[in-house]
């Protein structure tokens, strides 16, 4: 699982491995998304992409804020539960 973090190399392509990425319209961490775009090479076809609107790369954790980063335009809370949520249904999709 990539929270707001991608795959820096080819490492992990053809292990067979289910990826999962997560992150927000408001993360100027990774440039609103285009770094995710970047490195898709990176990642299998399967790979699950969840976007979470309004979101950004502090409310990730609770590290407050970060250089470059947009601020959310939801709450912590909110972002905590829907990034928890598609991680759950993530995980369930695998058994």
Do not use: C
């Not at 972002?79 to 995980?91: N, P, Y």
């Amino acid at each position: 699982m990539f929270w707001a973090s991608y795959p820096a190399d080819d490492r992990l392509l053809g292990s067979g491995i289910k990826m999962l990425s997560i992150y927000g319209t408001q993360d100027g961490g990774l440039d609103n998304g285009k770094k995710i775009e970047e490195h898709k090479r990176y990642q299998p076809a399967d790979t699950v992409f969840h976007i979470i609107q309004g979101g950004n790369h502090g409310q990730f954790a609770d590290y407050g804020s970060q250089p470059g980063d947009k601020p959310a335009l939801i709450s912590q809370e909110e972002q905590f539960m829907e990034t928890a949520q598609a991680t759950v249904d993530f995980l369930k999709s695998l058994q």
